[in-house]
C-alpha cells in the first residue's frame, strides 16, 4: 500500500482543524474538494477514519480508532516536513538564521537569560524565540518541530526524543511564617513527615515537571499529601505560601528573595533535606542541530 501524501494532508488538516470547512479554508480550496480527499483516502486504506455527525461544516467530526493511529503518523511526518523546509532555507540563504529554544517556566526566569545573553552578544544576527510551557507542552512542540530544543525540569520519556542531564537544581520545602510548631535545638525550623503530610500543599498542574518531582521526592519519604491546590506557575505559588496559602516545595533561586525577606521560611525534617533535581536537555534524535542550535549547546555545556 502506498499512501497518497497530498490525500493524507487533507485528512490531518481536517482532524486538526476540527471540521471540513474549517480546513478547506486553510489550505485554500473548495469544502467539497476536501471531503472529496479525506473519502478517496478511506477508500485507498479500505478503512473508515472518521465517524460524521449531521450539520453544516461536518461539525461533530470524530476520528475513528484507525483515523486517530493514521493521524499520529501524519503529525510526525508533516513536522519533519517542516524542519526540512527550514533547515533548506538555512541553508540557501532565504532567511537569516533563527533559534527557537523551548523552556519550562522556571528554566525560563533563572537560568535561560544568561545564556541568551551570551549567545545574542555573539551573534547579534540569529533570530531568538523563548517559548515559555510546562514540561508536557515542551515536549509536543519538540515532536512537532516547532521549537529547536527543549530545557525542562524532569527527564522525558518519548519515543523519538533524547534526554540528556544539564546541570542540578536545589529545591526547599518553604511554608508561611508562624506556621511552623517549634525549632530545633540548633534553631533550625524543623517539622516531622507526618506534619507535612497533613498541610494544604500548593501544586503545580498535570504536566508540570516541578508537580512530578515534587511528588516523586516526597513518596520516597513516605509524604503523600492529601489536600492540595493546583496553581499554574511556580511564582504563583511562591506568592501564594507568602499569602498563608500552604506549604510548598519550589526552586531555591525562585525562593531566595523571599526567604531573605522573611516573606517565606524553609522546613526541614528527618530525611527531608538537600532535595535537588536535575534539569534537562531535550533534542529530537532524528533531526541534526543547525549551526545556530549547536552554538548555542556550547553556551549550555558552559554554563552547567
Same mark, same amino acid.
Given at each position: 500500500?502506498?499512501?497518497n501524501?497530498?490525500l493524507l494532508?487533507?485528512?490531518h488538516?481536517?482532524?486538526?482543524? @476540527?471540521?471540513?470547512?474549517?480546513a478547506?479554508r486553510r +489550505?485554500h480550496?473548495?469544502?467539497p474538494? =476536501?471531503s472529496?480527499?479525506?473519502?478517496?483516502?478511506e477508500?485507498?486504506?479500505?478503512?473508515?477514519?472518521?465517524?460524521r455527525?449531521?450539520?453544516?461544516? @461536518?461539525?461533530?467530526?470524530?476520528a !475513528? *480508532?484507525?483515523?486517530a493511529?493514521?493521524n499520529?503518523h501524519?503529525?510526525a511526518?508533516?513536522?519533519l516536513?517542516r524542519?526540512a523546509?527550514?533547515e533548506l532555507?538555512?541553508r540557501?540563504g532565504l532567511?537569516?538564521?533563527?533559534?527557537?529554544?523551548?523552556a519550562? !517556566?522556571?528554566?525560563?526566569?533563572y537560568?535561560?537569560p544568561?545564556?541568551l545573553?551570551t549567545?545574542?552578544?555573539?551573534?547579534?544576527?540569529?533570530?531568538?524565540?523563548?517559548?515559555?510551557?510546562n514540561t508536557?507542552?515542551i =515536549?509536543?512542540d519538540?515532536?512537532?518541530?516547532n521549537?529547536?530544543l527543549?530545557?525542562v525540569?524532569?527527564p522525558?520519556q518519548?519515543e523519538g526524543v533524547a534526554?540528556h542531564?544539564w546541570?542540578?537544581e536545589?529545591?526547599?520545602?518553604?511554608?508561611?511564617?508562624?506556621?511552623?510548631?517549634a525549632?530545633?535545638?540548633s534553631?533550625?525550623?524543623?517539622?516531622?513527615?507526618q506534619?507535612l503530610?497533613s498541610?494544604?500543599?500548593?501544586v503545580? *498542574? !498535570?504536566?508540570?515537571?516541578?508537580r512530578? =518531582?515534587t511528588?516523586?521526592?516526597?513518596a520516597?519519604q513516605?509524604v503523600?499529601?492529601a489536600n492540595r491546590i *493546583?496553581?499554574?506557575?511556580n511564582? @504563583?505559588i511562591?506568592?501564594?505560601?507568602a499569602?498563608?496559602?500552604g506549604?510548598? +516545595?519550589?526552586?531555591y533561586?525562585? =525562593?531566595a528573595d #523571599?526567604l531573605?525577606?522573611?516573606?517565606v521560611i524553609? #522546613?526541614?525534617?528527618d530525611?527531608l533535606?538537600g532535595?535537588?533535581r536535575?534539569l534537562?536537555?531535550? *533534542?529530537?534524535?532524528?533531526?541534526p542541530?543547525s549551526?545556530?542550535v549547536r552554538?548555542?549547546?556550547?553556551?549550555l555545556?558552559?554554563?552547567?
Amino acid at each position: 500500500m502506498r499512501l497518497n501524501l497530498h490525500l493524507l494532508r487533507v485528512f490531518h488538516h481536517v482532524i486538526e482543524e @476540527g471540521s471540513f470547512s474549517a480546513a478547506a479554508r486553510r +489550505m485554500h480550496i473548495s469544502q467539497p474538494a =476536501v471531503s472529496k480527499a479525506v473519502a478517496e483516502l478511506e477508500k485507498q486504506v479500505d478503512l473508515v477514519l472518521l465517524e460524521r455527525s449531521p450539520g453544516k461544516g @461536518g461539525r461533530g467530526l470524530r476520528a !475513528t *480508532e484507525a483515523g486517530a493511529s493514521l493521524n499520529a503518523h501524519a503529525r510526525a511526518i508533516f513536522s519533519l516536513e517542516r524542519a526540512a523546509v527550514h533547515e533548506l532555507e538555512r541553508r540557501s540563504g532565504l532567511r537569516q538564521g533563527e533559534l527557537v529554544v523551548g523552556a519550562s !517556566t522556571t528554566v525560563a526566569s533563572y537560568w535561560l537569560p544568561p545564556c541568551l545573553h551570551t549567545y545574542a552578544t555573539r551573534w547579534p544576527d540569529i533570530a531568538l524565540k523563548v517559548v515559555v510551557a510546562n514540561t508536557q507542552s515542551i =515536549v509536543e512542540d519538540l515532536f512537532a518541530c516547532n521549537i529547536d530544543l527543549g530545557l525542562v525540569e524532569g527527564p522525558v520519556q518519548m519515543e523519538g526524543v533524547a534526554s540528556h542531564p544539564w546541570r542540578e537544581e536545589r529545591l526547599v520545602i518553604v511554608a508561611p511564617p508562624g506556621t511552623v510548631p517549634a525549632k530545633g535545638a540548633s534553631g533550625a525550623l524543623r517539622v516531622t513527615p507526618q506534619w507535612l503530610a497533613s498541610q494544604r500543599w500548593l501544586v503545580r *498542574e !498535570t504536566g508540570s515537571g516541578t508537580r512530578d =518531582v515534587t511528588f516523586d521526592l516526597l513518596a520516597r519519604q513516605g509524604v503523600a499529601p492529601a489536600n492540595r491546590i *493546583e496553581i499554574g506557575s511556580n511564582e @504563583g505559588i511562591a506568592r501564594a505560601v507568602a499569602a498563608g496559602l500552604g506549604v510548598a +516545595m519550589l526552586p531555591y533561586a525562585l =525562593v531566595a528573595d #523571599l526567604l531573605a525577606l522573611k516573606r517565606v521560611i524553609e #522546613l526541614h525534617a528527618d530525611g527531608l533535606s538537600g532535595f535537588t533535581r536535575t534539569l534537562y536537555r531535550l *533534542e529530537r534524535v532524528d533531526r541534526p542541530p543547525s549551526p545556530p542550535v549547536r552554538a548555542f549547546l556550547d553556551i549550555l555545556a558552559a554554563s552547567a
